[in-house]
Structures are given as structure tokens and as C-alpha cells.
Nanobody
């Protein structure tokens, strides 16, 4: 079982920035669909951003222009750079991945039978 681990969460004031990381020992995100998700208390999990094996990126409208998903050159670590954070960004953030070289989206990633998830990292934004 792949053990993804997220890190980089924390508490910041509105307007601040955080960078989340996601990795697993000895694992590379080669030929993979990867994504970031979040879930706030009392709300359903939502997909935030996805990155396909071919480099196609998708974001939900609420984070466009503020968040960036990317990998390091070795494809061993997935990042989510979050700028201009807002209180409504407060949530537990999760990374997920699946071996899949085709079209990738957070919706598709959720449905892939071979997906793997991390335990999450908490992001809290105060006003």
C-alpha cells in the first residue's frame, strides 16, 4: 500500500501563503494523475487542482490565480503553492495519485480504482 504523506499545513492570516508537499518513500509520480483535494468541517470533499502525466493542469475557479500545482523535476514530490489565502480556504488538504497516463481531473482521480490518498494536512486561515 502506497503511503503518501502531506506536509506544510499550518495557520496563517488572510493574504498569507503556504506550500503543501506530498511524497511517499521511494515513490515517483511517473505516468500518474495527481491531485489536491480539501474538506472543510461539515462540507463535502472537493477537488482543488489536478496535474496529468502530460502536464495538463486544472483548478477549481475559487483558487485560480492563487494556487499552483506542480512537481519537482524528479517527480518525487507534489506541491501545492497557495498564495493570497482566504478564510474560506480553511480545510484539511489531501493529495491523491493513481497510475494513469490519460486524461486527469480531480473527479476522474476520485473514481480511479487504484488511487492512493494521504492522511491530510490542516490549513487554517484567519481573518
Amino acid at each position: 500500500q502506497l503511503q503518501l504523506v502531506e506536509s506544510g499545513g499550518g495557520s496563517v492570516q488572510a493574504g498569507g501563503s503556504l506550500r503543501l508537499s506530498c511524497a511517499a518513500p521511494g515513490y515517483t509520480f511517473v505516468s500518474s494523475c495527481v491531485g489536491w483535494f480539501r474538506q472543510a468541517p461539515g462540507r463535502e470533499r472537493e477537488g482543488v487542482a489536478s496535474l496529468s502525466d502530460s502536464g495538463v493542469i486544472q483548478y477549481i475557479d475559487r483558487v485560480k490565480g492563487r494556487f499552483a500545482i506542480y512537481e519537482n523535476s524528479a517527480k518525487t514530490t507534489l506541491y501545492l503553492q497557495m498564495n493570497d489565502l482566504k478564510p474560506e480556504d480553511t480545510a484539511m488538504y489531501y493529495c491523491a495519485t493513481a497510475r494513469w497516463g490519460g486524461d486527469c481531473s480531480t473527479k476522474a482521480l476520485t473514481s480511479m480504482p487504484n488511487n492512493n490518498w494521504g492522511p491530510g494536512t490542516q490549513v487554517t486561515v484567519s481573518s
